[in-house]
Structure formats: C-alpha cells, structure tokens
Nanobody, 120 residues
C-alpha cells in the first residue's frame, strides 16, 4: 500500500503561482512513476504531468507546457508541481498519482485531491 498526501492548493489570481506538494509513504519502493492529474467541474480527469523514477524523464500536457514544472525529492519521498502564469482554466481539483509495479502486480494510487482556484 502507498499513501499519498497533497498540499499547496488554494486561491490565486490569474498570472500568479502555486506549488503543490505530494508526499508518499508506505511501499514506496514499488513506485515507478508519479504525476499530477486534474479534474474540473463537468470534465474528465486529465493527466497534467508525470515523472518516472528510474529515468527522471517527465511529460506534460500541452495545456501546461512552459508554465508548470514537475520535480521530485527522493529523500523526502515527495513530488512537486510548480505552477506559474496560472489561468482561470487551470481551476480544478488536482490529484497526486503514483503508479507501481511489484512482481506480478501493478496499479496506481491516488491522493485525496487539493483544490486550485484561479480567479480575480
């Protein structure tokens, strides 16, 4: 089992910045990738960014490229999402995600979500 705890959401004006944090605990050695998803009201959950444990490579949704940066701190078992130049359309609940692989088992875990609201 892996537990994910997010923090850092809130209300910010357009053009502002926020930094989301996600800390993992439990069977973290099985994690192969971590990422951030978001879900706006009436929309499906979408992948925003992810980062892979072994290669340190990362991917971003087109909508956030150049504005958001994903990073991780292995010593703290944490992954971060630095969000700059925020737009009203970035308003959503943001979820931390961890994908794991352990022997014959694979799957994913989710955090509880943190609200990000971009509004003047």
């Amino acid at each position: 089992q892996v537990q994910l705890v997010e923090s850092g959401g809130g209300l910010v004006q357009p053009g502002g910045s926020l930094r989301l944090s996600c800390t993992a605990s439990g069977n973290i050695f099985s994690i192969i990738a971590m990422g951030w998803y978001r879900q706006a009201p009436g929309k499906s959950r979408e992948l925003i960014a992810n980062i892979f444990s072994r290669t340190d490579s990362s991917n971003y949704a087109d909508s956030v490229k150049g504005r958001f940066t994903i990073s991780r701190n292995d010593a703290k078992n944490a992954v971060y999402l630095q969000m700059n130049s925020l737009k009203p359309e970035d308003t959503a609940v943001y979820y931390c995600n961890a994908k794991y692989f352990s022997g014959a088992n694979s799957g994913e875990y989710w955090g509880q979500g943190t609200q990000v609201t971009v509004s003047s």
